[in-house]
Every structure is written in C-alpha cells, then in structure tokens.
C-alpha cells in the first residue's frame, strides 16, 4: 500500500495567492534513485502544463564535462574550477508536449552522453563537492525565468527551493528500485548509491520538511502521479494549472 504522509500547512495556498504574481510556482519532487522521480514528475508536469526541470542532469552534464575535459574528478579543487570556468546557459525546449529545461555547455546539450555508465560513475563525486552544489543551486533556481516548475531531485525541498509549499518525497524499497533498473537493463548498486546521496556532507539526500512522503513499491506511475496530482489541484491556487 501506498504510504502517504501529509505534515504541510494549509496556511501556504493564502500565501502563494498573494505572491503568484511575483513568484512562480515550484514543485519539488525529491527522492532516492529509481524511486520514480523522473517519470512522475514528468507526468506531472504535462498534467498541470509546467516545465520540468531535472537536476540530476545538471550534475551528470558537469560529471561529463569533467570527463571530456580530463579533469580527476576526485580532485576536489579541480572540480570545483571546472565547475567556476564552464561556460554554459539554459534553456527551454519543448518535446512531446513537454517544456523541458536544458543546461547547455558551450552551445550543446549532451542528452546521451549523460547517461553512459562512465557519466553515471564520475557524478556522485561531483555532485558532493560544496562549490558546485552552491553553482547548482543558483543555476536551478534561476529556471524559475521559464515559469512555474515541477524540479526533481535530491535537495530541491531541503536545499533549492526549501520556501516552496510543495514538497514531495518518493521512496521504495531496495528490492523494488533495484528490480526496476535491472528491468531497464541497467546494473546498479543502490545500496552504494543510496548511501553515497544521503551520508555527503553537502545537501545530503533526506526528508524536507513538510514534505508528503509518497512510498511507491506496489504503485504503477499511474497511480503514484495520481496521488501527486490529485493532492496539488486540491492545494495549488485557482488558476495556475492546466488541469
Ligand atoms: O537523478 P540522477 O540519477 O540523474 O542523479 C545523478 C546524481 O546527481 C546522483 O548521484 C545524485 C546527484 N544529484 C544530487 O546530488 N542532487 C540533485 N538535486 C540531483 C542529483
């Protein structure tokens, strides 16, 4: 069963009206690897007609670039310099009725690269390094030039947007999310990678405040983007969402 825990105020919805103009909507989807952040937030996304935002990308587009650039990515400072002299920009593209953000490195967005197991390696060393997560950081809440989003990630409740009144966290078991890479024939130590995300000392992986705690194990994405969209269009404000 699914396991759904609601710990937020309902003071925040008077509080976004006020703002709306001003400040765009964020939805945090945070979460541990293969818990289903990306497909839901996805759906979720298209549902409600905001842009997606996902952040792991960003990390992995720094991890390659290290790589292309043969900078040592347990070399801390190395990275961190890498990491201060990339010249990179957002943007926004559609694809498949999806606005999606894309950070691009001189002009190119490496959507394949990305994912090779090399790339997959190299970015838990990356991602724990304090000067880029402070880039990141920036970086990402700077999409908010592109509209009201939904963001996936690690620390986008606790760290990127940790004022946003919307906040949730997917998990499932060990079992489950090793058995679903596996189905998507990829071969994966979560354990490893789960303990890398929530023992780093920068931002590490955990349960933001206030965020609704969505366990998935026995759920389709079907049902798990139901249960996210179905507590939003209670919650968000009349008006700022498609559907
Ligand atoms: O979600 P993903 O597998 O694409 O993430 C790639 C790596 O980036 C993973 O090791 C966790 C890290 N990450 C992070 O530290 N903070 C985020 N907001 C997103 C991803």
């Known amino acids: 069963m699914a396991e759904f825990t609601k710990t937020n105020s309902e003071n925040s919805v008077k509080k976004l009206n006020l703002n709306l103009k001003k400040h765009p909507i964020v939805i945090a989807i945070d979460g541990t690897s293969a818990s289903g952040k990306s497909t839901n937030s996805?759906?979720?996304?298209?549902?409600?007609?905001?842009?997606?935002?996902?952040?792991?990308?960003?990390?992995?587009?720094?991890?390659?670039?290290?790589?292309?650039?043969?900078v040592d990515v347990n070399d801390a400072k190395a990275v961190a310099n890498a990491c201060r002299r990339w010249k990179t920009d957002?943007?926004?593209?559609?694809?498949n009725h999806l606005r999606v953000v894309h950070l691009l490195v001189d002009g190119y967005f490496p959507?394949?690269?990305?994912?090779?197991?090399?790339?997959?390696?190299?970015?838990s060393h990356v991602a724990a390094v304090p000067k880029v997560r402070d880039w990141m950081k920036k970086t990402q809440r700077d999409c908010i030039q592109f509209g009201h989003l939904v963001m996936e990630g690690r620390d986008i409740g606790t760290n990127v947007f940790p004022e946003t009144d919307y906040k949730f966290y997917l998990d499932a078991t060990l079992a489950e999310r090793s058995a679903r890479r596996a189905a998507d024939g990829v071969n994966e130590n979560l354990a490893a990678r789960d303990r890398r995300d929530s023992e780093r000392a920068a931002a590490p992986l955990m349960i933001a405040l206030g965020a609704r705690v969505i366990n998935n194990s026995n759920l389709t994405s079907a049902e798990t983007s139901k249960l996210l969209l179905d507590d939003l269009?209670?919650?968000?404000?009349?008006?700022?969402f498609l559907q």
Do not use: F, Q
């Open 42 to 70: 996805k759906l979720v996304a298209k549902a409600l007609g905001y842009v997606y935002v996902d952040t792991g990308a960003m990390y992995r587009t720094l991890a390659w670039h290290c790589l292309k650039k043969n």
């Open 111 to 123: 959507e394949k690269e990305i994912r090779t197991p090399e790339t997959a390696a190299a970015v």
């Open 90 to 95: 957002l943007c926004c593209v559609e694809k």
């Open 233 to 240: 269009r209670a919650r968000l404000p009349a008006g700022s």
